[in-house]
């Protein structure tokens, strides 16, 4: 699996929006962009996920670039809910043998109210 | 609105015990993932399996055995408990591990055990 980029730390305003980035320079053209998150004392949970195409859901945004080594969350109105470790994670539709995900170490997002 | 239940929440532990951390998913998923968390490094696989009868190694397996009796079940078992193994487990699984075509493989996580091993 591709290795992905992100930055240690960031922060937010409560109320403002937020753009995560990662890049993955390496990402091979079968390979997923998904987003996961996770809570403070809670399990990781999905965000979003895209191929090419820029994707919305009623949680976040993804943008991609058009070259796929770079995408950047997108979170429309940081609220304190939001404060989060968020992974970057590059993975094939199909898996690998094992299916699993590759986490690295994510982004801590830090909401200020 | 139950999806993926890990017991215990947390347990101290002497070296050397046995123990079992228990997961239950209700979603009739085929594939399921025991994953171990340290401070300042993200998530790595220990033990899945892909459909119930089945298991695999993943990244960390040693001193941890899986079974999968079934497909709602998947514990993880420490034969001889070692103080390196303090850790936060996390249980999660998918409808499978190999996404078809035109869907998605969302894992689904569960709160974790938070397990500490004297």
């Known amino acids: 699996d591709a290795k992905t980029t992100q930055p240690n730390s960031m922060e937010s305003n409560e109320e403002e929006p937020v753009h995560l980035p990662c890049n993955h320079s390496?990402?091979?053209?079968?390979?997923?962009i998904h987003w996961y998150r996770q809570l403070p004392s809670q399990g990781p949970e999905y965000v979003i996920h895209g191929l090419t195409s820029n994707v919305n859901n009623r949680m976040a945004s993804l943008a991609i670039a058009e070259d796929r080594k770079s995408s950047t969350l997108i979170l429309h109105r940081a609220t304190l809910r939001d404060a989060a470790v968020y992974y970057c994670?590059?993975?094939?539709?199909?898996?690998?043998?094992?299916?699993?995900?590759?986490f690295g170490k994510g982004t801590k997002l830090s909401v200020k109210p | 609105i139950a999806g993926i239940t890990q017991a215990p929440t947390s347990q101290i532990l002497a070296a050397g015990r046995r123990m079992t951390l228990r997961c239950t998913q209700d979603m009739r998923h085929n594939a399921m993932y025991w994953y171990r968390q340290d401070l300042g490094l993200g998530l790595r696989l220990i033990h899945y399996?892909?459909?119930?009868?089945?298991?695999g190694k993943g990244e960390v397996p040693d001193g941890y055995s899986v079974s999968r009796a079934n497909t709602d079940d998947f514990p993880l078992t420490l034969a001889s408990a070692v103080p390196s193994q303090t850790s936060v487990y996390f249980c999660a699984s998918s409808k499978t591990a190999f996404g078809r075509v035109n869907s998605y493989n969302e894992q689904f996580f569960g709160p974790g055990t938070r397990l500490t091993v004297l």
């Open positions: 399996s892909n459909t119930a009868g089945t298991t």
């Open positions: 994670i590059l993975k094939g539709r199909r898996g690998g043998s094992q299916g699993n995900l590759i």
């Open positions: 390496t990402i091979s053209g079968t390979d997923y």
